[in-house]
């Protein structure tokens, strides 16, 4: 069983940074892509960053040069730094993977976490 959880997330005022984590745990062969989601309220959820390894990430254009996403793979962990925070950040933050899971070899499945709260107060 593959279980991924968030935390980092809470209130900050505008102009000010947080920082998110995610630990993938559980029987895991490997782990390919690792990324960040968000969700306004009203809104779809949108891709904020994604990671497949430390020359492979790409962002959406309303984070590039504010955010930041890396990853720890001895931790099965990944990160995002955002800095420069704006009310427009403000939504439920969800971290996705996509992971082989133990007995399989190549088949891999995607996984979310629980989502954390990020609030921007002008």
């Known amino acids: 069983q593959v279980q991924l959880v968030e935390s980092g997330g809470g209130l900050v005022q505008a102009g000010g940074s947080l920082r998110l984590s995610c630990v993938a745990s559980?029987?895991?062969?490997?782990?390919?892509?690792m990324g960040w989601y968000r969700q306004a309220p009203g809104k779809q959820r949108e891709l904020v960053a994604a990671i497949r390894s430390s020359t492979s990430t790409n962002y959406t254009d309303s984070v590039k040069g504010r955010f930041t996403i890396s990853r720890d793979n001895a931790k099965n962990t990944v990160y995002l730094q955002m800095n420069s925070l704006k009310p427009e950040d403000t939504a439920v933050y969800y971290c996705n993977a996509d992971i082989v899971p133990l007995p399989l070899i190549i088949r891999s499945y995607n996984y979310w976490g629980q989502g954390t709260q990020v609030t921007v107060s002008s």
């Open positions: 559980g029987t895991i062969r490997s782990i390919n892509v």
